[in-house]
Structure formats: C-alpha cells, structure tokens
C-alpha cells in the first residue's frame, strides 16, 4: 500500500506562483512513477505533469514551460511548481503514484489539494 498526501494549494491571482508537495509513505519502493493530474469543475481528470523514478518528465502541452515537476527520493516528495497562474488552471489537483508489486501495478492518489486562481 502507498499513501500520498497532499499540501499547497490555495487561491492565488492570475501570474501568480505555488508550490504543491506530495509527500509518500507506505511501500515506498514499489513506486514507478508519480505525477499529478487536476480536474476543474464540469470537466474530467487530466494529466498535467509526470516524472518517472528515473526522473524522466512529462507534461500537458498546456502547461509546459510554466509547471515544473520534481522528485526528492530521500524525503519520498514530489513537487510541482506552478508558474504565471491562469484562471483556466483552476482545478482539484490530484497526486498519484503508479507502483508495480509482484502481483502486478496499482495506481494510488492523494486527496487532492485545490487551486484557484482568480483576481
């Protein structure tokens, strides 16, 4: 089992900056990669940002070059710096983590930590 929570979420005002961590506990090792996806109201989950425990990144195209994922293997973290902040970017942000047992993969996620960006 794996359990992830979340923190750093808040409102903030269009081109503003935050930082949301995700810290993981439990069967640390079987952890593959983790990531965060979000989802705004009346719209479903998507994928924003993704880093893989060789530290290979990916990102939604809407984010690219404003959001920066990363991972901190000795405090079992993973960070999500978010940048130059759009209304559009208003979401429940969920981490997950994708973790591969003997049996075979789980997916785990956070309870989500919300952002809202407005003026």
């Known amino acids: 089992q794996v359990q992830l929570v979340e923190s750093g979420g808040g409102l903030v005002q269009p081109g503003g900056s935050l930082r949301l961590s995700c810290a993981a506990s439990?069967?640390?090792?079987?952890?593959?990669?983790m990531g965060w996806y979000r989802q705004a109201p009346g719209k479903e989950r998507e994928l924003v940002a993704s880093?893989?425990?060789?530290?290979?990144?990916n990102y939604a195209d809407s984010v690219k070059g404003r959001f920066t994922i990363s991972r901190d293997n000795a405090k079992n973290t993973v960070y999500l710096q978010v940048n130059s902040l759009k209304p559009e970017d208003t979401a429940v942000y969920y981490c997950?983590?994708?973790?591969?047992?003997?049996?075979?993969?789980?997916?785990?996620w956070g309870q989500g930590t919300l952002v809202t960006v407005s003026a």
């Open positions: 997950y983590a994708d973790a591969r047992f003997l049996w075979g993969p789980e997916n785990y």
């Open positions: 439990g069967s640390i090792s079987s952890i593959n990669a």
């Open positions: 880093i893989t425990s060789g530290i290979i990144t």
